[in-house]
Structure formats: C-alpha cells, structure tokens
C-alpha cells in the first residue's frame, strides 16, 4: 500500500527531470526575450541615431536653401534697379535726342 501512495524512485527521478527541463526551456526562453529586447533596444538605438543624422542633414539644406533664396531675392532687387536705371537713361537719351533734332 504504501507503495501505491508513493512513486517510486525511478519515476520521482524522471518527474524531477521533467521539472528541470521545464525549468530550463522556461529560462531558456527568458534569455531569448531578454536577448531579443537587447536586440530590439540596439536597433531601435540605430534607428534614433540615423533619424538624429538625417535632422541634421535636413537642418543644413534648409539653411543652404534660406541663403540661396536670400541671395536671389537681393540679385532680383538688383536686377530690378538696374532695369530701371537703363529704362530711365534711355528715356533721357531719347529727350536728348528729340531735342537736338
């Protein structure tokens, strides 16, 4: 009877066995996630650095692109004064002229 109530050794040996293996294949599996969750934090990491370096990149051709629009608008405004300057000294060289004849 008290064989009935009691595994045998063999088979405590093989239940803790079992157990361990559990055990194992559970810790086996944390040490991946943990793994995968270093993996996942490097790559979220890289991530943030190349969006850190195309800012970077975006702030510099937006400051390029201000300084190109700055000096076109001053090369228009030039342009402008000199198109009047011709348009008023061809005026006066037409009075000039209509006056000599």
Same mark, same amino acid.
């Given at each position: 009877? $008290?064989? &009935?109530? *009691?595994?045998?050794? %063999?088979?405590? $040996?093989?239940?803790?066995?079992?157990?361990? %293996?559990?055990?194992?294949?559970?810790?086996?599996?944390?040490?991946?996630? !943990?793994?995968?969750?270093?993996?996942? /934090?490097? &790559?979220?990491? /890289? @991530?943030?650095?190349? @969006? &850190? *370096?195309?800012?970077?990149?975006? &702030?510099?051709?937006?400051?390029? !692109?201000? !300084?190109?629009?700055? %000096?076109?608008?001053?090369?228009? #405004?030039? !342009?402008?004064?000199?198109?009047?300057?011709?348009?008023?000294? @061809?005026?006066? *060289?037409?009075?000039?002229?209509? #006056?000599?004849?």
């Amino acid at each position: 009877m $008290v064989r &009935d109530e *009691y595994p045998a050794p %063999e088979e405590e $040996v093989k239940e803790e066995e079992m157990v361990q %293996e559990i055990v194992q294949t559970q810790e086996n599996n944390q040490n991946n996630v !943990n793994e995968q969750m270093d993996v996942g /934090a490097m &790559d979220i990491k /890289a @991530l943030e650095d190349q @969006l &850190d *370096y195309l800012q970077i990149a975006l &702030d510099h051709l937006e400051k390029k !692109n201000d !300084n190109i629009r700055a %000096e076109l608008i001053d090369l228009l #405004q030039s !342009n402008r004064e000199a198109r009047k300057q011709f348009r008023e000294s @061809l005026e006066q *060289y037409e009075v000039e002229r209509q #006056q000599t004849n």
